[in-house]
């Protein structure tokens, strides 16, 4: 089953931001979990600022990481509860 552009792109930034919640919270961390592209993550993480999900660098560039303070009108656990699928959508439509 293909997806759409929107929904894999949807999914990608509520996965990132899901990673960067949990702990998974540098491009690296993000790249080796998802084997995704660096630009690919590095442009997810800026985006998700349209979906009102608020992202921020804390550290020094060289050790620093993300954090997320606010998911906005996201349900952070409607992504919890949903992470097999949202992974499924990922794997077969991106």
């Not at 790249?31 to 997810?44: C, H, K």
Request: charge should be positive; include cysteine; hydrophobic fraction near 35%.
């Amino acid at each position: 089953m293909t997806h759409s552009k929107t929904k894999t792109s949807y999914y990608r930034r509520l996965y990132i931001a899901y990673l960067i919640d949990t702990g998974i919270s540098t491009v690296p961390q993000i790249m080796s979990e998802t084997a995704m592209p660096r630009r690919t993550v590095q442009d997810t993480i800026k985006s998700l600022s349209e979906l009102d999900i608020i992202c921020n660098f804390v550290g020094a560039t060289k050790d620093g990481s993300y954090v997320i303070p606010d998911w906005g009108a996201i349900n952070r656990k409607w992504i919890k509860t949903n992470l097999q699928h949202v992974n499924g959508v990922l794997k077969c439509g991106c």
